[in-house]
């Protein structure tokens, strides 16, 4: 019973975090996605090559984006989580809109980094603070509701962006696609309040990012997991 006692108690409140957390992740799909559709007007526009194209939605932001998600991700290990997150979300929507206003190549592509590198930091945070709000018995349910936000991002995303670049251009779909995440932040620092880290996590001696990878990759399940996530 004693331990029972450690386990989060799920509140109205609870659920709104996890619904917060969502939405964030929503817009972190749609700032990601939305070049894809705007690609033929970017092309013209900013007069690129399919390699300058294929660079910039791809290899140029997620390999950022995986180089990034390990530092942050020990940033939220080590410091307060929501700060973590508003932070990201600065990042990532200041800088898809700052896109918008790009003139060549080179500035496309540094613009897509900075989305990236604030990406990278909401989910380890994310999911660091959904585990400490939610006990166990709820988290895969409250994990696969944060995770609602990748397809709901992504049909935002193309559709919106796509209207938009009909409407007016590629450049206003990227400035306003960007407004939201900013948005989000002020309610993430004014809403959303730092959980106390499980008494398990909190007096658990963190290791160090080689020993946590090694830690990792010799659980089979984190191993399948990999592979398929990669294929």
């Keep these: 019973m ?3 006692n450690t386990e989060p108690k799920t509140t109205p409140y609870t659920w709104y975090s996890v619904s917060l957390l969502m939405a964030i992740y929503t817009v972190s799909l749609i700032d990601r ?3 894809f559709i705007l690609v033929e007007s970017i092309k013209q526009d900013l007069h690129l090559s399919d390699t300058q ?3 910039i939605s791809g290899a140029v932001f997620t390999l950022t984006y995986s180089i990034a998600g390990i530092p942050i991700a020990r940033l939220a290990d080590l410091s307060v989580r929501k700060n973590v997150i ?3 979300l600065l990042v990532w929507s200041v800088l898809t809109s700052f896109g918008g206003f790009a003139q ?3 500035q496309l592509a540094i613009a897509r980094m900075g989305v990236a590198i604030g990406e990278s930091g909401a989910t380890p945070a994310a999911h660091s603070i959904i585990a ?3 006990p166990k018995s709820r988290r ?3 994990i696969g509701l944060y995770m609602t936000g990748a397809p709901v991002g992504i049909l935002i995303g193309l559709s919106v962006g796509g209207i938009i670049n009909d409407l007016a251009s590629w450049r206003v779909a990227m400035i306003v ?3 939201p995440g900013i948005i989000l932040s002020v309610l993430v620092l004014t809403t959303l309040r730092e959980p106390q880290r499980r008494p398990e996590a909190a007096d658990k001696v963190q290791p160090n990012v080689l020993t946590g990878l090694v830690q990792l990759f010799a659980q089979p399940v984190f191993r399948q997991l990999f592979l398929g996530g990669l294929l």
Aim: charged share 10%; proline share 4%; aromatic share 12%.
């Design 104 to 106: 060549n190549f080179w």
């Design 2 to 4: 004693a331990a029972d």
């Design 33 to 35: 996605k939305v070049p």
């Design 140 to 142: 895969a349910f409250a």
């Design 86 to 88: 508003v932070g990201s």
């Design 53 to 55: 194209i294929g660079l």
């Design 177 to 179: 696609l960007g407004i």
């Design 132 to 134: 400490d709000i939610v």
